[in-house]
């Protein structure tokens, strides 16, 4: 038996990619970020990942749209590059860097202390940055890394940067969680790394639900401000966010991927809308489609005592004792 003939064989060349055509086809979002004329001229967006993949194309947008834009990343040279880049792109000069390593609650207070000092303003957060397939590791704070980065870091950073956006009229927070957070479930002592499989995407995808039920929470809260607080399903995207995954893996997702999933700019084009567009104002505690449309979480993610409860125990996580 030839197997290259048979893979080469001009049926399933031609198969492939009439069903990629198709698949392509399908998912073309409804709304597209170059039709939308906001402009963020004297608005100031924070977003967290911004070096690479979907963080970079969304702060690029940002720029684009006249903002004054932070990038937080844990690499300077990679963060450092990535500003140099967006500058280059779009002629904006007040695009900055500011270092956050999100596994370190201190460093998130760090950074938070300095855009508190430094930023008259912050009408735009998205949370973005998130790790998956990380082995276990706990933290100095004793946290589980992929929790810390993924929900605890930006859940602190958000609660330190609230009474900024607040005072900033109509600001968004903008929280990319994943469709994976459906195959989350709520276990309070994952948080130090306890009953969890590592080698994929398990911790991720819980981390990724906690992200919404906090959100919800935080906009429940928020009611009666100008802030409001979205999660977004970005799309299947292939980015570094596999980046700890074993390299066949990788290899399979990046082969399958190229024809099936998103590009990271395509995987922006939703938290772009909930951050900017006309038909997000005064929308809060709302879960949003990689179409850009309005969707429902998982039914853990819509259990209002669940999140008073999930919030108070990531308030005293993240609190300083
Ligand atoms: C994580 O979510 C993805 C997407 O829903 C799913 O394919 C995968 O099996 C989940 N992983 C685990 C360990 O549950």
Redesign the pocket.
């Known amino acids: 038996m030839q197997w290259t003939a048979l893979f080469c064989h001009p049926l399933w060349v031609v198969s492939t990619a009439v069903l990629a055509m198709v698949v392509r086809l399908q998912r073309r979002g409804r709304w597209d970020p170059r039709a939308c004329p906001v402009q963020l001229k004297g608005k100031t967006a924070i977003v967290t990942g911004a070096n690479t993949g979907i963080g970079k194309c969304i702060a690029l947008d940002f720029a684009r749209r006249g903002a004054r834009v932070i990038l937080a990343c844990r690499s300077e040279s990679r963060g450092l590059a990535a500003v140099k880049e967006i500058r280059d792109k779009t002629g904006n000069p007040d695009v900055h860097l500011r270092l956050l390593d999100l596994t370190s609650l201190d460093s998130v207070r760090e950074f938070a202390k300095k855009i508190m000092e430094e930023e008259p303003a912050l009408h735009i957060l998205v949370n973005n940055a998130a790790i998956s397939g990380f082995p276990r590791q706990i933290t100095k704070d004793g946290l589980d890394a992929t929790f810390a980065t993924n929900h605890l870091g930006p859940f602190l950073l958000t609660n330190l940067l609230l009474d900024l956006l607040k005072r900033s009229v109509l600001a968004r927070i903008v929280s990319v969680s994943t469709?994976?957070h459906?195959?989350g479930v709520v276990d309070f002592s994952h948080f130090h790394g306890e009953n969890l499989?590592y080698g994929?995407?398990?911790a991720?995808?819980h981390s990724k639900l906690h992200n919404i039920i906090c959100t919800n929470e935080l906009a429940r809260r928020l009611q009666g401000t100008d802030v409001t607080a979205n999660s977004v399903h970005p799309g299947v995207v292939l980015t570094d966010v596999m980046r700890y995954y074993p390299s066949m893996v990788r290899f399979l997702f990046n082969t399958i991927g190229i024809l099936f999933f998103k590009s990271a700019n395509e995987g922006s084009f939703s938290p772009i809308y909930c951050a900017v567009a006309e038909e997000m104002v005064g929308i809060t505690g709302k879960y949003i489609d990689s179409d850009c449309s309005l969707s429902l979480p998982a039914p853990l993610a819509r259990d209002p005592a669940l999140a008073v409860k999930d919030f108070e125990i990531c308030e005293r996580l993240t609190s300083k004792l």
């Open positions: 469709i994976n459906w195959k499989k994929w995407d398990q991720y995808n």
